[in-house]
């Protein structure tokens, strides 16, 4: 019940925040320089195994070590809504919604 959920609820939400998504992506873009949009995290699964979770990019001008977070990335930060790309992994069934908040 709980995956039939998840997987109603997630596709739902992915659909409805595509134009959103949009928006963030070009507000990185501009703010964040060159660099991908979205970036991987590896994760554990609960149940063993690992995955990778999607995730927008916070740091301006990718990952090195002199980076910092744009001011895009900390809003996004804030906010949450650097996990909004996990809501492919919701819907592939990597993780769970309640999932998606955790750090």
Same mark, same amino acid.
């Given at each position: ?43 554990? !699964? ?30 996004? !930060? ?26």
């Amino acid at each position: 019940m709980k995956r039939a959920t998840d997987l109603i609820l997630g596709t739902v939400l992915l659909l409805l925040l595509l134009p959103l998504f949009g928006a963030i992506a070009a507000a990185i873009k501009l703010a964040g320089g060159p660099g991908p949009i979205l970036c991987q995290q590896e994760r554990v !699964r609960s149940g063993g195994g690992t995955f990778r979770m999607w995730r927008f990019r916070c740091l301006a001008g990718g990952v090195t070590e002199q980076t910092h977070p744009s001011s895009v990335g900390r809003w996004l !930060r804030r906010s949450n809504g650097d996990r909004l790309p996990a809501l492919v992994n919701v819907v592939r069934g990597d993780i769970g919604l309640d999932e998606l908040t955790a750090p």
